[in-house]
C-alpha cells in the first residue's frame, strides 16, 4: 500500500497574537512542524503545540527558521554555513527540551521560509543543516523539499530524509517552488490541488506551471491551516488520499 504523511506547520502564535488554527489542522495532519521562537511562537506554545501534538497522536517536528519575527522569517539574510549550523542547534534544543518533557520525541526537522528556500538551492547550507541535525541526534529525518539539494544534503550526511511536496503551489520545470509574487503560484482550485496531489503521490509526476511533466518524490504533503477555508481543504485531502486506498501516516513509519 503506497503511504504518505500529511505535515503542517504550527505553533506560529506569538504573545498576544494568535496565529493560525492549530487545534482544528492537528486532527486531520500525522506530523507537525513546530515553531522554534525566532521566525514565529514563544516557550508557552511551543510547550503548548508539543502537548495538543501528543494529545492527538501527532508526530513532532522542530521547524526553525531565521531570527525575523517581523518579516515571519521569509526573509533571506546572508548567513554562513558554521551561522546556519548554529541557527539549527539552537533552536532544535529549544524544542527538544519540551519534547522531552511531556516524553515526546523529535521526528524530524523542517527549515522554514527563507532559510528553507535557500537550503533547497545552495549545497554549502543545505550541509550545514543536514550536519547540525546529526550532530544532535542522526536518527532525526530531514524533511525537505522534494529532489532539493537539502535532500540530497541529508543522504550525503547519512540521515534519513523525507521528500516534501506543496498541496496549493506551482512549480517551476526544475521542481522549484514557484515564487508566490508570481501569478499563478497559490492553487486555489481545491479539485485541481486534490488531482496534482494524487498524481505526485501515484505517479511521481507534478505538471510545472509552463506545461511539461516533472518527477517528483511525495512523501510527505505540506498542508496549511491558517484560516477555516484551509482546515476544510486538509480535511478534504486526507480523505481523497484515503478514498484512493493511500495510507495516511507519519513519515517515522514508512522511512526507515
Known amino acids: 500500500m503506497l503511504k504518505v504523511d500529511l505535515n503542517s506547520d504550527l505553533g506560529e502564535s506569538f504573545g498576544n497574537y494568535k496565529i493560525g488554527l492549530d487545534e482544528e489542522v492537528i486532527k486531520y495532519v500525522t506530523s507537525v512542524n513546530i515553531a522554534c521562537g525566532w521566525h514565529a511562537g514563544d516557550p508557552e506554545v511551543m510547550e ?101 539539494e537539502l535532500i540530497k544534503a541529508g543522504e ?33 482550485d481545491v479539485d485541481i490541488a486534490l488531482s496534482r496531489i494524487i498524481r505526485m503521490v501515484r505517479e511521481g509526476k507534478v505538471t510545472a506551471i509552463t506545461g511539461e511533466d516533472v518527477d517528483i518524490n511525495a512523501q510527505s504533503i505540506c498542508v496549511h491551516g491558517d484560516n477555516p477555508e484551509a482546515v476544510a481543504f486538509v480535511k478534504k485531502i486526507k480523505t481523497k488520499l484515503q478514498e484512493e486506498g493511500i495510507e495516511v501516516t507519519a513519515i517515522s513509519n514508512f522511512i526507515k
Do not use: C, W
Request: charged share 20%.
Open 156 to 188: 550525503h550526511v547519512g540521515l534519513k530524509v523525507a521528500n516534501e511536496v506543496f498541496a496549493d503551489r506551482a512549480y517551476n520545470s526544475d521542481g522549484t517552488l514557484v515564487a508566490r509574487s508570481k501569478e499563478g503560484a497559490v492553487i486555489h
Open 48 to 148: 503548548k503545540t508539543v502537548g495538543i501534538a501528543k494529545e492527538n497522536g501527532v508526530a513532532v517536528g522542530a521547524h526553525p527558521g531565521f531570527l525575523d519575527l517581523m518579516g515571519f522569517g521569509r526573509r533571506n539574510l546572508s548567513i554562513n554555513p558554521s551561522e546556519m549550523k548554529a541557527y539549527i542547534k539552537y533552536q532544535l534544543g529549544a524544542l527538544m527540551a519540551f519534547a522531552k518533557a511531556k516524553e515526546e520525541r523529535i521526528q524530524h526537522v523542517k527549515p522554514h521560509g527563507a532559510m528553507y528556500n535557500m537550503a533547497a538551492k545552495d549545497s554549502a547550507l543545505a550541509i550545514a543543516i543536514a550536519e547540525a541535525i546529526y550532530e544532535v541526534d542522526k536518527d532525526i529525518i530531514l524533511l525537505g523539499l522534494a529532489n532539493s
